[in-house]
């Protein structure tokens, strides 16, 4: 089999006290969809931010199409990497977050188009004529030069996931990316989600969307306290769960 995109490996993660991830084992091949379900606190936000090292992690190894992240190994010790390198790695591995976190003083072709141009240093003709097909793709071609203030929160979500393919990542982390919506709004998100899916975007996704999950997803995970209490094909883990914990999970938010 090829190198998987996404290669997460024991990890694991305290704040203080509080053991947060418990020994995640999880792996994403090129052009998947996961879709992570579980309680409040069970560690989901945790996990995708130890993915692109915004978290560092106690324990374990995060890899990206084989590639160690956040550090390097020299000699058998980890030796983690200077921020540079970091941000480098990172610009592979897009993020999407509840909130959007858009720039509020640029307009949504700006928001697309600011890291490319800041991090890619490529010529600026070419970066926005590629932020205004990202646009066109998630329906907002005709959004281009107004600012996030002036967008619903549907159209400001699906103008983050145009920010987020900007870079042309080789993975895109979803966090709760429509739970900050008003109902009539998330239809045309998880649209969006699903068309990325469609194309073979590789994609974690932490959502409470099971209809989004059972349509969309190639692997449901199932996290409970740190730990990933179950995983396999939609099928299996949303109409036969094994656990008692995701059964119960389940039957709150079906
Ligand atoms: N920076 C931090 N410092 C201390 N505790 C933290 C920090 N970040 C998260 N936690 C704690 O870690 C636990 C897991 O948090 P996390 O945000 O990963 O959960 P989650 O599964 O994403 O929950 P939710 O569904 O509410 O978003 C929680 O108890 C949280 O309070
Ligand atoms: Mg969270």
Known sequence: MSTPVLEIHGVHKSFGTLDVLRGIDLTAQAGTVTVILGPSGSGKSTLLRSINHLEKVDRGRVRLDGELIGYRQAGGKLHELGERHILQQRARIGFVFQNFNLFPHLTALENVAEAPI??????????YDHARELLARVGLADKTDVYPRQLSGGQ????????ALALEPRLILFDEPTSALDPELVGEVLDVLRDLAAAGTTMIVVTHEIGFAREAADTVIFMDEGRIVEQGPP??????????RTQSFLSKVL
């Open 235 to 244: 099928a299996q883990v949303l109409d036969h769960p094994r656990h008692e």
């Open 156 to 163: 400001q979500q699906r103008v983050a996931i145009a920010r």
């Open 118 to 127: 800041a991090a890619l240093k490529k010529p600026k003709i070419q970066v």
